[in-house]
């Protein structure tokens, strides 16, 4: 009789990004109800016809922080991407940017995807970012740019997406 293993939650190959792509719940998005239209005081981002969108604010906006200031402001990223390995360390300044293109791409069309920061340790850079599909695109540009492996956690209990890229 052929014995059965339960599921293991790590990482598993070509199944890496398909966390990403459920649904996530987000306690800074989905603590208050959104009274539309409304517009960030920090950033200027509009909240109409359900929302975040760069356009002009209606004169009768409500003012309010949206969910990625108040991230930013509270110190809690929804996702980190750590970035190790010898060519992390050769290649910092490189990664960094193409990290801050796909910042600049995602957050054109979806204001609340933003870099909070990235910061350099001695063995890897790590990259926070106040949503999680942001951090998938981070990943899916560092796979096809280097290659390399993957490593996803998501803690369902924090909200908290922690990918470790590896070359």
């Known amino acids: 009789m052929k014995s059965v293993h339960p599921s293991s939650p790590s990482f598993q190959p070509g199944r890496h990004l398909e966390v990403l792509d459920e649904p996530v719940h987000d306690a800074a998005r989905d603590a208050e109800k959104m009274t539309s239209p409304a517009v960030c005081t ?16 209606p004169s009768h906006a409500m003012q309010m922080r949206c969910p990625a200031c108040r991230r930013m402001a509270e110190g809690r990223p929804a996702a980190h991407v750590a970035i190790s390995g010898a060519f992390a360390q050769q290649r910092g300044g490189e990664i960094a940017q193409l990290v801050r293109e796909v910042e600049h791409r995602e957050k054109t069309a979806h204001p609340l995807r933003r870099v909070m920061a990235i910061e350099s340790r001695e063995d890897e850079l790590e990259v926070q970012t ?6 998938r695109d981070i990943c899916v540009a560092l796979m096809d740019t280097y290659n390399g492996k993957l490593n996803v956690d998501y803690d369902e209990g924090d909200k908290l997406l922690r990918v470790k890229w590896v070359t």
């Open 130 to 135: 106040t949503d999680v599909r942001l951090a």
């Open 42 to 57: 920090a950033c200027g981002a509009v909240y109409s016809e359900g929302h975040w969108q760069w356009t002009s604010p």
